[in-house]
Every structure is written in structure tokens, then in C-alpha cells.
């Protein structure tokens, strides 16, 4: 069974810094592309961050661009979110995504569980 757990959030004052890490466990991938999204209680789930494995394309959110930093460990079944700069409106669970396309043919998405990140004024 492929799990994404994520790890890192809590409890961080504005101006803050929290590192998220993401890691798969279970069967080991070549994965095509992680991401990072979040949800805030009564809006939709959304894209904050995402950058294929070889860092050839990375994308940032408007709303954190120059604060975030998506990122791969040494190891090729982590990635990190390093967030700066935090803003209460920054609160929100946060997602680690991983698609792999083991095929030209087929692609798969995993989720995590998700870990909160509160950032108070």
C-alpha cells in the first residue's frame, strides 16, 4: 500500500517559518511530479506549490511566491515545502500530492492525510 504522509505543521506566530515533509512509504516510485495544496475551513482545496522531480518546471501560487520553497530531499521518495513569511491567512491543512505515470498509458495521484498549519497574528 503506496502512503504520502506529511509531517511538520503546527502552531507558528506571523512572520514564522515551518518546513513540511512529505514522504512516501510502501512501494518505491519514479514519481513524475509532487505538489503541495491546502485547505482552509469553508473554501476549496488549492494549489500552493508543484515541481516534477527534476525540477525542470516549478509552480508557485500567486499568493506565496516568494515565501515558498518546494523542494527534494536526498532521498527520491521525499519533498519538502519550506514556508517563510507566514500570514494568518496562510492557515489551512496542508496536502502532499505525488502523480506517477508508470505507463505513457496510465497516471496515478496519491494524497495525504494532511497536517494543519496555524500561523497566529
Known amino acids: 500500500q503506496v502512503m504520502l504522509v506529511e509531517s511538520g505543521g503546527g502552531l507558528v506566530q506571523t512572520g514564522g517559518s515551518l518546513k513540511l515533509s512529505c514522504t512516501a512509504s510502501g512501494r518505491s516510485f519514479s514519481w513524475y511530479a509532487m505538489a503541495w495544496f491546502r485547505q482552509a475551513p469553508g473554501k476549496e482545496r488549492e494549489f500552493v506549490a508543484g515541481?516534477?522531480?527534476?525540477?525542470?518546471?516549478?509552480d508557485y501560487a500567486d499568493s506565496v511566491k516568494g515565501r515558498f520553497d518546494i523542494y527534494r530531499g536526498d532521498a527520491k521518495n521525499t519533498v519538502y515545502l519550506q514556508m517563510n513569511s507566514l500570514k494568518p491567512e496562510d492557515t489551512a491543512v496542508y496536502y502532499c500530492h505525488g502523480r506517477v505515470t508508470p505507463t505513457i498509458e496510465a497516471t496515478y495521484d496519491y494524497w495525504g492525510q494532511g497536517t494543519q498549519v496555524t500561523v497566529s497574528s
Open positions: 515541481r516534477d522531480w527534476n525540477g525542470e518546471t516549478i
